[in-house]
C-alpha cells in the first residue's frame, strides 16, 4: 500500500515563496502522473498541476501557470512544488496526488499540508 506524505505548508507573506514535497513509500511507485490539488475554505478541491513519472511532462492551471513549478525525482519516489509569488488567494490545503491510469480518484492521495499566504 502505497502512502503519500507532504510537507513543507506553512505561513508566508504576499510575494514569498515555498516549496512543498510529497514522498511516496510503502509499495512500488509507478504512477502514470503526479498532481498537485489544493482546496480552500469553503472551495471545492481545484487541480492546479501534474507531471508524468515517465516523461516528466507537465501541465499547470491557468491560476498558478508561471509562478508555480511541479517537479519528480524518481529515485527518491518525491515530487515537488516550487510555489513562487505566492498571494493570498493561494490560501488552501495542498495535495498530492497520484494517477495509475484509472484518474486521481482512484489513485492515491496524501494527507495535505496547509499554505497560507498573508497580505
Known amino acids: 500500500q502505497v502512502q503519500l506524505a507532504e510537507s513543507g505548508g506553512g505561513l508566508v507573506q504576499t510575494g514569498d515563496s515555498l516549496s512543498l514535497s510529497c514522498v511516496a513509500s510503502g509499495g512500488t511507485f509507478k504512477p502514470l502522473s503526479m498532481g498537485w490539488f489544493r482546496q480552500a475554505p469553503g472551495k471545492e478541491r481545484e487541480f492546479i498541476t501534474n507531471?508524468?513519472?515517465?516523461?516528466?511532462?507537465?501541465y499547470y492551471a491557468d491560476s498558478v501557470k508561471g509562478r508555480f513549478t511541479i517537479s519528480r525525482d524518481n529515485a527518491k519516489t518525491t515530487v515537488y512544488l516550487q510555489m513562487n509569488a505566492l498571494k493570498p488567494e493561494d490560501t488552501a490545503v495542498y495535495y498530492c496526488a497520484s494517477d495509475y491510469g484509472g484518474g486521481w480518484n482512484t489513485g492515491y492521495w496524501g494527507q495535505g499540508t496547509q499554505v497560507t499566504v498573508s497580505s
Open positions: 507531471i508524468s513519472w515517465l516523461t516528466g511532462r507537465t
